[in-house]
């Protein structure tokens, strides 16, 4: 499977991703899945290592903001290998069709991103007072009987990301948690998650477990960016973080009133402490329309087809 167009995580990254040294952060605490991509067949893969996720952060391309960056000579290199690559993928053009250009396109985009990247290497970060290195997390984290450290693994990287956004180095970020139709064996349950779904009688006390878990993932992405005091605030007062599931009720994979969260007021563009639900079979890209603009990218609609919205959910702005 693929999309059609950008998810709204690189819709955003697009606007305010460029002045960072990286355009976006993806991670998640399952290995594989996620549902970044750039277009019909760029995926951005979530990082599921927190020591592989430290070390793109933390290791030997970042500069501790207010210091003098320490030039690496293969840069030039690097430059030059990309110039000359995006030089034999034009001269393609003229012998491909549509869609082969459209994958040149987007090899394109990827080439300007690294160039950007390279960039951002050589400059000399503003001084910024929450930035801070983290310790080092451990090289692995294996499952324990059969179970995947899961909770673990998402506080670490959520540590992580709350202190690259503190440092600056990202302004965007997915954390894809779990995937969709996953059947990991969550903590206290006996058996996967997609099979207990369809599977456990009503009530379904076990998947209420699982569903608390991944609520309480969430809780902790909240709290890792509320712990960084930035200004007169927090980090998370200065974001706006979307939670959700891919289904109301995965007995069914039922749509009908999925559930939408979104932390932080986007600096005030939006209000807190809200429970809205709507009745009707409303337009969840109204919320994801409210939530671009709420971050400073003005987009006149978001969504395609039935599910295209032109005016945000008016009940959550300010």
């Not at 549902?35 to 019909?40: D, E, I, M, Q, W």
């Not at 290592?49 to 030039?71: C, D, E, N, W």
């Not at 080092?136 to 899961?150: C, F, K, S, T, W």
């Not at 956004?165 to 998650?193: E, I, Y």
């Amino acid at each position: 499977s693929t999309f059609a167009a950008p998810s709204i995580d690189q819709v955003i990254a697009q606007v305010i991703g460029q002045e960072t040294r990286f355009r976006s952060l993806e991670f998640g605490a399952a290995p594989g899945g996620g549902l970044s991509y750039n277009g019909p067949n760029s995926q951005n893969p979530p990082e599921a290592s927190p020591a592989g996720l430290y070390q793109r952060i933390f290791g030997s391309g970042f500069t501790m903001p207010g210091s003098t960056p320490k030039l690496d000579p293969t840069l030039a290199l690097r430059q030059s290998v990309l110039d000359a690559v995006a030089d034999d993928a034009k001269s393609l053009e003229a012998y491909v069709g549509q869609a082969d250009r459209e994958r040149l396109q987007a090899h394109y985009d990827g080439i300007r991103q690294l160039e950007k990247r390279l960039a951002k290497l050589q400059e000399a970060p503003p001084k910024l007072a929450a930035c801070k290195v983290p310790g080092a997390p451990l090289a692995a984290y294996p499952d324990i009987e059969g179970r995947p450290q899961l909770q673990l693994k998402n506080q670490l990287m959520c540590d992580l990301v709350a202190l690259a956004m503190a440092c600056d180095q990202v302004r965007v970020f997915s954390n894809w948690f779990s995937t969709p139709v996953n059947n990991l064996l969550f903590q206290n349950v006996p058996k996967g998650h997609h099979e207990l779904t369809h599977d456990e009688p009503d009530p379904q006390d076990e998947v209420h477990k699982i569903t608390v878990q991944c609520v309480e993932a969430l809780a902790y992405q909240l709290q890792a960016l509320a712990a960084v005091q930035e200004g007169t605030g927090t980090l998370l007062d200065h974001c706006a973080v979307l939670g959700t599931s891919e289904v109301s009720l995965g007995k069914t994979h039922a749509l009908e009133e999925m559930p939408l969260v979104i932390g932080g007021s986007a600096g005030g563009k939006l209000k807190t402490g809200l429970h809205v639900r709507t009745e009707g079979g409303d337009n969840t890209s109204k919320v994801l329309l409210s939530l671009c603009r709420a971050v400073g990218v003005d987009l006149p609609s978001f969504g395609g087809g039935p599910g295209k919205a032109s005016e945000g959910l008016k009940a959550i702005e300010t």
